[in-house]
RNA sequence: GUGGUUGUAGCUCAGCUGGUUAGAGCGCCGGAUUGUGGUUCCGGAGGUCGCCGGUUCGAACCCGGUCUUCCACCCCA
């Protein structure tokens, strides 16, 4: 054998198989999309670099796949610029495109490109791979799909209510009962962080904050230590490290905590606005569950806060995550356009599914009836009635050579093609077709139409 | 990016403290059975042991590098 071929890290390839379960979800998810009013785009893979660089911070620019320039691309870079080996200088000398690592910049950027053929509020869905060159893990790769919904040019809270529903539809939808819809809000974050006396260090704190269930109050009072923030701050938060109770019960909690911060007490307000209009609605399967030491990475988010994740017992990060920026396309020269959106991590989902055996439904795309090849004659008389199932919407094949009966067998065994046809020189002159059936066995000698009536 | 882990036939894996022609099961191909499958029996093909280098009389096994896998951190879907 020659080199033996692979793919790059991070990268995997699909069968059959799992190209149905994963377009299952697909459709799902498209599905619900459009049954709650979004549209779907497409942008390109790659961008500008410059679109990209510079929004994600700098452990995201580290992660931006970049595209090298083509040509003699080292030509134009300066003699004293290599021997530096300046790594993020010369990049942005021989690379000027880059992989999208995510929808929404895209998004933003299309927005603003073509505002004005845009009817606001805009409702828009979104379901393309991204690439990030991370270090590869369980549900984590370097080409994923994410299926992206958002809203841009409205910021009535209604939306934030619907993305809890559409979470929930397309859960529900899908059988994956019990996962627990986190939700949050940046000025709630940014209220603790006032009325500690952190306010500059709003970032460090959320990220701390972030890690309690993980390394518990003690690994996050030391963080925050470390990070500057002072004992005296720490112990008025105190609260929040133990922080249970009803969604209603939180929200006092909350609202007693934050009563002196003017941006804390508007967060608690949206939070309690959407947990009321969803505690009046109702959920199919999903739990809704106030978390305030939830606070997603990307630091755009301005609002609301989403993160789901999966069944309890399923060891899976978050399945998928979103939440309200104010000034997303500011950066792009469009003002004050604020935007909610929601993500579903496809991947994510499809190894939760496939851990709790959710894909019983999925169906290969699999013929119904598979004609025998005895020879090129007898192939010309099938190819014939071919012509008619396929009219008729039967999935049907002929197997393409003239093999050995049990070679032929064997394949529509394997491929549980439920219908053979046997067509040799006497049917060919009778006019008639000799039907198996592969699971009982059974056969008999029939006419097209019955053909069409029995297969179909 | 930091630290650890993994790699032997198409697949799942054996392979002793370094020792001569590297094994099994499943799968694949052929035959028993040239118009009747899933079973059974018989036979066969397929591996520079991830790759490169080193130590050694001798390396799948020891050492270094590299790629890949998975894990923890970082970050995140």
């Known amino acids: 054998m020659a080199q033996k071929p692979s793919i790059p890290k991070g990268t995997r390839d699909f069968s059959p198989t799992e190209v149905a379960k994963r ?52 030509k134009k870079v300066e003699d004293d610029l290599l021997i530096s080996k300046d790594s993020i200088k010369i990049t942005s000398k021989i690379s000027e ?38 270090r590869p893990q369980k549900g984590r790769f370097r080409e994923f799909y994410q299926c992206d919904a958002d809203v841009v040019g409205s910021k009535g809270l209604w939306q934030e209510v619907e993305f809890v529903q559409l979470y929930d539809a397309v859960f529900s939808k899908l059988k994956l009962t019990g996962t627990t819809i986190k939700l949050n809000n940046r000025k709630i974050l940014a209220g603790i962080a006032e009325i500690i006396g952190a306010k500059d260090k709003l970032i460090d704190f959320t990220v701390a904050l972030d890690k309690l269930d993980k390394i518990g109050a003690e690994g996050v009072t030391k963080e925050m230590l470390d990070k500057g923030i002072s004992e005296a701050a720490i112990q008025k938060v105190e609260p929040l490290f133990n922080f249970k109770g009803s969604n209603q019960e939180k929200l006092k909690q909350l609202q007693q905590l934050l009563t002196t911060s003017e941006e804390g007490t508007k967060g608690v307000e949206d939070l309690k606005f959407i947990v009321d209009n969803i505690e009046m609605l109702g959920l199919q399967t999903a739990n809704l569950d106030i978390d ?90 099938c190819m014939k009635a071919l012509v008619t199932l396929r009219k008729n919407h039967i999935k049907s094949e002929l197997y393409p050579d003239a093999a050995k009966m049990k070679k032929q067998l064997n394949y529509a065994n394997r491929r549980q093609i439920p219908y053979v046809v046997l067509v040799g020189a006497s049917e060919v002159e009778n006019n008639k077709y000799t039907l198996k059936n592969m699971q009982t066995g059974e056969q008999q000698v029939c006419t097209l139409k019955e053909l069409l009536e029995i297969t179909s």
Do not use: C
């Open 23 to 74: 377009n299952y979800i697909f459709s799902t998810i498209k599905e619900v999309f459009e049954m709650y009013g979004f549209q779907p785009i497409e942008t390109p893979s790659f961008e500008n670099s410059l679109t990209l660089m510079g929004k994600y911070g700098e452990e995201g620019d580290r992660l931006i796949f970049k595209i090298l320039n083509s040509g003699d691309f080292l």
């Open 97 to 134: 495109k880059a992989l999208r690592y995510d929808l929404t910049v895209p998004f933003a950027r299309y927005v603003v490109q073509h505002q004005n053929e845009i009817e606001f509020p805009f409702k828009r869905y979104q379901m393309q791979p991204v690439w990030r060159a991370d």
């Open 292 to 381: 305030v030491t939830l606070a997603r990475g990307l630091n755009y988010y301005t609002g609301a806060i989403y993160e789901v994740t999966a069944p309890q017992g399923v060891k899976m990060g978050s399945i998928g995550g979103g939440g309200r920026y104010d000034d997303l396309t500011g950066i792009f020269g469009l003002k004050d356009m604020s935007g909610v959106g929601i993500s579903f991590g496809l991947d994510r989902i499809y190894l939760v599914l496939e851990e709790l055996n959710l894909f019983d439904a999925v169906e290969l795309p699999k013929p119904k009836v598979l004609f025998i090849n005895f020879g090129e004659k007898e192939a010309a008389f």
